[in-house]
Each structure stands twice: as structure tokens, then as C-alpha cells.
């Protein structure tokens, strides 16, 4: 199915696309279907700059498993930011 | 109509003027025949303005149609790859129901006023597509319309989904052309529950349609490029399409 599902997360920070690093400005959060990975569906992620244009974008497709593991990763990492020395 | 069963054909990137008197690209495919073809407009599916629904416009231009696919995602994205565009037209939240119809409005002046139309035109979508290519038969006088696994039709999609995609079941009435519908029984958006409400509704306004379901098809099954793809029903589906589009679109 083609679910439309999509969630917009504001972000700072930066990435690295085709054109080299820039600086993020929103994610792109979707479950649906995926232009490279060989599944039917996957959770997708765009990073991306709109004021840069449409080619300012990282993007990954993933199963929905390794999203869930990258997740728990992310929370882990940004927990340390609380617990460890800045 | 006279088909070129050769299947010579040329294609190119043209410019129509869409919504708003805007010019957006195009791909347009035509037959090298000196007949009088039939038009079909082509709706891309939410991966956008790609190689595979280029693909299938020239199928139809091998198959005797002017072809035409505007790229909905112009606005957003002029030059940028399909993928790109895409996630740009994403993030903003989809194309607009009124842009679309604007955009194949255009379109299908652009086919009627070809020297080799033979002044009947039809659309045909895929995906969200096939749910653009519902709504431009509800909106705009048309000759047949194809609706390929047309979410949000009859129920809404799901939370989170841009806001433009209301459901159109309300607006069966104005159903324009004979409607044929290409559906896969394992599909959830559409699912069966929502092609048996749509089936019924049209019969009980006395609309022209012709639904196939197809078993062990889920969404996207003449995707070639996918998993989910199913040759069986792809293969019954093209011709449905062939055989539908050659009685309505034809001369």
C-alpha cells in the first residue's frame, strides 16, 4: 500500500549530500515505499535543507528492525549528552 | 486510428501550461504514424516523474496514443532528480487537489490541440495517481479514465497523511467517462472493503466502470523495478487497459 504517512521533524544540525556538507534544517520521517532498498516497504528518512533546493537531501530506507535498533542508538547517544562531560 | 504495430515512436520533454497558466515539464511520446490517435494522459505515482512511468508512456505511444506525463513535481523541484523531487513534493505536503487538476487540465489541452488527435482523450494514474486520475475524471470532461490502486478514494488516509488527500467517493456523480479500476486483493490502501464501496456506489448512479481484482497482487503490481510486482496480474492488466482504452479512446 501507498501510505502517505509522513512525519516532519524541525532539526539543527548538518549533513553530508552529493554537493558536499550543509546545514539541515528538517527530517522527513515515512513509512512507504522505498526507491532503492528491496522491500516492499520501508521507514524512510529524508534530511533535508529546503532553502538549498531539492538536491539538499540525505536520505535513508530502512526495515523497519533497523529502525527501531537506530532508534535505541539515537536515544542512547543523546542520553550521553545529559550524562557524560560537555 | 491507424496502430503502428512497429512501435516506432518519438519522445521528448516538452512544456504544457498547467494550473495557474503556469508551464510545467512534460514527457510526451507520440506515434511516428500519420493517423489520428487517441490521447492518454499519464499520472505518476508517488515516487514521481521517473524512468519506469516514462517507460510506460511510450508503451502507449507504441500502442497508437499520444502520451503525455506532466511532471507534477515541477513546481518543487525544477531539474531535480525524480527521487529528489519527490521528497521535496513530500515535505510540503503533496501536490494540491486544484494544482492537479489544473496540471492535467493542461495536459489534455496540449494532447486536443496535437495535429494528430483525433479529439478523445483518457487518463490513467497509478498510486496516488490513480486516485489523480479518480479525481480529474470527477472534474473535468473526459473520454475514459484508468485508476490503477487508487488510495483514498473512499476512506481517508491515515493520520499523518498531507492534508490535501480528502477522500472523493462524494463526488462519484460526476464521474465523467467510463471508469476502469485495476486493483490487488492484498492491498490495504485501497483495500477490497473500499473497491466494493466504490463498485457500488457507481452502479447504484448508473456509472459506466469495470473493476478487476487480482489475487496475490498487493499495491504496485505492474512495478516493474519493485517486489511488488506480479507479472500475472500486470500482464492481464495491460491488456484490460489496451482492450478499454481501444474501445473509448480509439477511433
Partial sequence: MCTYYTDHVALEGSGKGPQGWFSLGEASVYYDHPVHAPAEHTVNIDF???????????????????????????LAAADSAGALPA | MTKDIRGDLKAQTIMVRGHGDQEIEAYFAEPLGEGRYGGVVV???????????????RRFAAMGYLAVMPNLYHREAPG????????????????PDERLVGDVAGAIAYLKAHQKSNGKVGTIGYCSGGRQSFLSAVSLPLDAAVACYPGGVVN?????????????????KDLSCPL??????????????????LDKELSSLGK???????????????????????VEAAL????????????HLAS
Fill in chain 1, 48 to 74: 533535508l535543507n529546503r532553502s538549498l533546493g531539492p538536491s539538499a537531501r540525505v536520505a535513508v530506507e530502512l526495515d523497519p528492525a533497523s529502525a527501531r535498533e537506530l532508534a535505541r542508538a539515537l
Fill in chain 2, 208 to 230: 459506466e466502470h469495470e473493476f478487476h481484482s487480482y489475487p496475490g497482487a498487493g499495491h504496485a503490481f505492474f512495478d516493474v523495478d519493485r517486489p511488488s510486482y506480479r
Fill in chain 2, 43 to 57: 499520472i505518476h505515482h508517488m515516487p514521481g516523474y521517473d524512468r519506469s512511468t516514462k517507460e510506460i508512456a
Fill in chain 2, 156 to 172: 481517508a488516509p491515515p493520520a499523518g497523511a498531507p492534508v490535501s488527500f480528502t477522500p472523493l467517493i462524494g463526488r462519484s
Fill in chain 2, 180 to 197: 476502469l479500476g485495476l486493483f490487488g486483493e492484498e492491498d490495504k490502501f485501497p483495500g477490497p472493503d473500499e473497491v466494493a464501496t
Fill in chain 2, 236 to 247: 492481464d492488466g495491460w491488456k484490460r487497459i489496451e482492450a478499454f482504452f481501444g474501445r
Fill in chain 2, 80 to 95: 531535480a532528480s525524480p527521487d529528489d523531487a519527490a521528497a521535496a513534493a513530500r515535505a510540503q505536503g503533496g501536490v
